[in-house]
């Protein structure tokens, strides 16, 4: 690659975004969050636990109703993703990890915006869906 003066340029206005977003409050609000959840004795127990009783049941879910007890850990599975979902911490973090990701995803179509109108931008979220984001990249 030839770097030119234009690369340099846009190199430095990368790591000079790259520096607000570290920066900004979405981003401490995540890190925050992210190392709650890691402290959080308790939220890392129901986290392995569902984990636990996840790999279990992937295990036997291809054969469905004719698996012994599918519908037993099938049950257990969404009462402890329910559960998981549900705590404090975990939900803390999952509502700063939205946030963020949605910003994100934001400065991805302004940034596609910018160089033309015509391309697409996936922004891996199904409840954002602007002119950018069509069918078939979500």
Known sequence: MII?????????QVDQLV???AASPLFQTYQQAKKALA?????????????????A?????????????YQTKRRELRHLKREV????????????????????????????DSISPDIKVATGNPFYVTSHT?????
């Open 4 to 12: 030119t003066e234009n690369s340099v340029a846009l190199l430095e």
């Open 57 to 69: 049941f992937v295990a036997i879910k291809d054969y469905g109703q004719y698996a012994p007890d």
């Open 85 to 112: 979902t549900l705590w404090p911490t975990v939900a803390a973090f999952k509502r700063a990890e939205m946030d963020l990701q949605t910003a994100l995803d934001e400065i991805g179509i302004r940034l596609a």
């Open 134 to 138: 069509k069918k078939h990249c979500r």
């Open 19 to 21: 520096a607000t977003l």
């Open 39 to 55: 402290a959080d004795t308790v939220a890392q127990q129901k986290i392995a636990a569902l984990q636990t009783v996840n790999e």
